[in-house]
């Protein structure tokens, strides 16, 4: 429409999007590739100790779906309730001992991880919570009668076995390396990999101290404050700053913890 000056454009209006239980059989092929790629990725990442973990697990998996019958990729509540029975049944330390309830509630996350990572199995939000509850059953069942499993939790370290341990290590560079490694591995209440994949740059010498950061961690990253300690002999950052000099690091992306001469 014109009234001789100005013109007016017609009104368009888009069609709605395609919602997904419209997608074609081609869209949904594209996609499902999309979401193995995407879990594939995420799987790579993990740390070679986790992928490890998780091939157990599933091993235990199959082993149980071979001998109840059940097929290998139902996974479903009910399975995995199963699942938690027949672990509690097995045998699962070195000397015979029945399963630990941590051991099997790692086997239900492996499982659970692997189905999705590894076959690509769709499973629900939520599935593996009955099989926990069935779990927590059991352990109050189990501690109703004074029973034990596993090696239970394990001994504090503390201030006199650093001593010991620091004592220990011999005046040489690996000595000075353990030394140095221990002390900070206690100050920053690390995992091993969390120290492993440290650079040098990843620690910030401060007026009162380190600053470690630990970038690369199975749980969180997270920069982590060391001060003097009060006790040379046991001091994390006097250990550090002397491995660092015995060691020659000076490259602030090699490694903080690999660099050992035969000395």
Same mark, same amino acid.
């Given at each position: 429409?014109?009234?001789?000056?100005? /013109?007016?454009?017609?009104?368009?209006?888009?069609?709605?999007? %395609?919602?997904?239980?419209?997608?074609?059989?081609?869209?949904?092929? *594209?996609?499902?590739?999309?979401?193995?790629?995407?879990? +594939?990725?995420? @799987?790579?990442?993990?740390? &070679?100790?986790?992928?490890? &973990?998780?091939?157990?697990?599933?091993? !235990?998996?199959?082993?149980?779906?071979?001998? !109840?019958?059940?097929?290998?990729? %139902?996974?479903?509540? &009910?399975?995995?309730?199963?699942?938690?029975?027949?672990?509690? /049944?097995?045998?699962?330390?070195?000397?015979?001992?029945?399963?630990?309830?941590?051991?099997?509630?790692?086997?239900?996350?492996?499982?659970? $991880? &692997?189905?999705?990572?590894?076959?690509?199995?769709?499973?629900?939000?939520?599935?593996? +919570?009955?099989?926990?509850?069935?779990?927590?059953?059991?352990?109050?069942?189990?501690?109703?009668?004074?029973?034990?499993?596993?090696?239970?939790?394990?001994?504090?370290?503390?201030?006199?076995?650093? $001593?010991?341990?620091? @004592?220990?290590?011999?005046?040489?560079?690996?000595?000075?390396?353990?030394?140095?490694?221990?002390?900070?591995?206690? *100050?920053?209440?690390?995992?091993?990999?969390?120290?492993?994949?440290? +650079?040098?740059?990843?620690?910030?010498?401060? =007026?009162?101290?380190?600053? @470690?950061?630990? +970038?690369?961690?199975?749980?969180?990253?997270?920069?982590?404050?060391?001060?003097?300690?009060?006790? =040379? !002999?046991?001091?994390?950052?006097?250990?550090?700053?002397?491995?660092?000099?015995?060691?020659?690091?000076?490259?602030?992306?090699?490694?903080?913890?690999?660099?050992?001469?035969?000395?």
């Amino acid at each position: 429409m014109s009234d001789g000056q100005n /013109t007016v454009e017609p009104l368009v209006i888009p069609a709605a999007p %395609a919602r997904p239980e419209q997608y074609d059989t081609a869209t949904r092929a *594209a996609l499902d590739h999309i979401d193995r790629q995407a879990v +594939r990725t995420i @799987a790579d990442g993990r740390p &070679s100790s986790t992928r490890r &973990s998780y091939a157990q697990d599933w091993a !235990s998996w199959t082993k149980f779906c071979a001998a !109840s019958g059940v097929p290998v990729l %139902a996974i479903t509540p &009910s399975t995995l309730v199963m699942f938690v029975e027949w672990l509690w /049944t097995q045998p699962g330390g070195k000397k015979g001992t029945c399963t630990a309830p941590s051991t099997i509630d790692r086997r239900i996350s492996g499982t659970v $991880v &692997s189905a999705r990572a590894e076959h690509g199995v769709r499973l629900e939000d939520g599935v593996a +919570r009955l099989a926990r509850n069935r779990l927590k059953q059991l352990v109050k069942e189990m501690e109703e009668k004074g029973e034990t499993r596993g090696r239970g939790q394990a001994p504090p370290l503390l201030v006199e076995h650093l $001593v010991k341990i620091s @004592a220990a290590c011999p005046d040489n560079l690996r000595g000075i390396r353990d030394r140095a490694l221990v002390l900070m591995h206690f *100050a920053v209440a690390g995992r091993e990999h969390e120290l492993a994949f440290n +650079r040098v740059r990843d620690y910030a010498e401060t =007026p009162g101290g380190i600053q @470690a950061d630990l +970038r690369v961690s199975k749980v969180r990253p997270r920069v982590v404050p060391v001060p003097y300690g009060s006790r =040379p !002999s046991i001091c994390p950052v006097r250990a550090w700053q002397a491995w660092k000099e015995a060691a020659g690091l000076t490259d602030p992306d090699g490694y903080a913890w690999r660099r050992l001469h035969n000395r």
